[in-house]
């Protein structure tokens, strides 16, 4: 079967709204293509040593969204709304680049792979290795490995914000403590809690797809025990609540769910966040604030921003 290949051109800061737009309109994965996502070489852990240094240049100078669609009225429904919602932001959103789009048609093999060339082994925190299955890697003393799928709907463009976001657990979790992974992808923030040694793990996205990756992934590093997976909206299909929460999403959601999600956060709780492109960091530092948590840390890595917050009250 062939497939409809949709690439478009934009910027690190617009890459969120393309991709979120790409997958509301039916594509069947996306994938982002963007230089600010591979690590610095003058980072600790020898991050570099992990990625081939010629990859940057073989990458494009924009940032590329490539989405794949079934052939059909559907898509040509899909790729008509989405020039739509392109023309309606280029002019109020000169950020977000030109917003070009290109197509081609690929076959299986060609969408199954890709998406694979970019997404390597890489350090997150002091000694976590996130490790694709299909790449070898040797690990260091001391080290401890994940390995993940991906799967086709969690892209590639992930490194600085989930080693911010595993960097904060590590240094967070004590032993014992509840967390809940909101939006938890393919299962790594999840996985990693339970490494590290929280007690009790809620994994919760409501895409089914991140669903089933995010259980193979738990599985396949034997923490089923302490993770649960579960398929919904946070604020609605449950009244769980956590010493611990973590979310590696987009900004616009962080700042619509932070007030709602303090009811599932324990008194004296931390909510750790990333995913926020550095051009919204006070955006959504005022909206946490507002929403009654104390931002008690902030980091930041190459484009991109993470908060450490407490719910003290």
């Known amino acids: 079967m062939n497939w409809i290949e949709l690439i478009v051109h934009t910027t ?22 963007d230089r600010a996502d591979i ?9 570099w040593e992990i990625i081939d240094p010629s990859l940057p240049d073989s990458m ?4 590329q969204i490539h989405a794949w669609f079934e052939p059909g009225e559907t898509f040509i429904r899909a790729f008509e709304e989405l020039s739509s919602r392109l023309d309606a932001v280029r002019a109020s959103r000169p950020d977000y680049g030109t917003l070009e789009t290109d197509t081609r ?11 694979k060339k970019y997404y390597k082994p890489f350090y ?6 996130i490790k694709p299955t299909w790449e070898p890697f040797t690990p260091k003393p001391g080290d401890r490995v994940i390995e993940i799928d991906p799967g086709m709907a969690f892209g590639s463009g992930t490194h600085e914000t989930t080693g911010m976001c595993i960097s904060l657990l590590e240094e ?9 992974d909101v939006g938890t992808g393919s299962g790594i923030l999840a996985i990693a809690a339970a490494m590290r040694g929280a007690g009790s793990v809620l994994a919760i996205d409501i895409d089914p797809d991140a669903v089933r990756v995010a259980r193979e992934n738990v599985c396949h590093n034997q923490v089923d025990r302490i993770v649960t997976v579960k398929e919904g ?3 609605q299909s449950t009244d769980a609540t956590c010493q611990i929460c973590v979310a590696n999403i987009i900004s616009d959601i962080i700042i619509s769910f932070a007030k709602p999600l303090r009811a599932h956060i324990e008194p ?5 966040c990333s995913g926020i492109v550095a051009q919204r960091e006070e955006e959504v530092r005022n909206a946490l604030t507002e929403a009654g948590y104390t931002i008690r840390r902030t980091d930041r890595r190459g484009e991109w921003v993470a908060f450490l917050c407490g719910r003290d009250s």
Not at 39 to 47: A, K
Not at 124 to 129: I, T
Not at 268 to 272: H, L, N, P
Request: without cysteine; negative net charge.
């Open 12 to 33: 690190t800061e617009g890459s969120d709204f393309v991709s979120d737009t790409l997958m509301e309109l039916g594509a069947n994965g996306t994938m982002i293509e």
């Open 233 to 235: 909206n946070l604020l």
């Open 268 to 272: 004296g709780g931390i909510f750790i």
């Open 39 to 47: 690590p610095d070489p003058s980072l600790p852990h020898g991050i």
């Open 124 to 129: 997150a925190g002091e000694h976590l290795v």
């Open 60 to 63: 494009p100078e924009d940032v």
């Open 105 to 115: 048609s690929v076959s299986d093999d060609e969408w199954s792979e890709v998406w």
């Open 172 to 180: 967070t979790i004590q032993g014992g403590e509840s967390v809940i």
